[in-house]
């Protein structure tokens, strides 16, 4: 008789196998499987890990864009400001001669 796993324990063990921090053997221990579970489950559940990796890049990627904009939206009006306060200087030192 097969025991049966829960789907989050099995993309566990994967996410376990996807990290290469270990061994296959040494995942297999920890959670008291065959080797050849922990790769039957890799190949079955790895392409959906690669697939929210995906989706989270594109997520990040939108924001740094959004983040890249800003921060020259924000340097114009900086410059705009440093040209306007030596402009306003200049002037108010001539009116005080």
Same mark, same amino acid.
């Given at each position: 008789?097969?025991?049966?796993?829960?789907?989050?324990?099995?993309?566990?063990?994967?996410?376990? /196998?996807?990290? +290469?921090?270990?061994?296959?053997?040494? !995942?297999?221990?920890?959670?008291?499987? +065959? #080797?050849?579970?922990?790769?039957?489950?890799?190949?079955?559940?790895?392409?959906?890990?690669?697939?929210?990796?995906?989706?989270?890049?594109?997520?990040?990627?939108?924001? !740094?864009? #959004?983040?890249?904009? #800003? !921060?020259?939206?924000?340097?114009?009006?900086?410059?705009?400001? !440093?040209?306007?306060?030596? /402009? /306003?200087?200049?002037?108010?030192?001539?009116?005080?001669?």
């Amino acid at each position: 008789m097969s025991k049966k796993y829960t789907e989050d324990m099995r993309k566990e063990v994967v996410h376990e /196998f996807l990290k +290469a921090e270990k061994k296959v053997s040494e !995942i297999a221990k920890e959670y008291n499987l +065959a #080797e050849s579970t922990v790769r039957e489950w890799a190949n079955k559940y790895s392409k959906e890990f690669y697939l929210e990796d995906e989706n989270f890049n594109l997520e990040q990627s939108k924001k !740094i864009k #959004e983040m890249q904009n #800003e !921060i020259a939206e924000l340097k114009r009006k900086n410059k705009f400001l !440093i040209k306007a306060s030596t /402009f /306003f200087a200049k002037h108010t030192s001539e009116s005080k001669k």
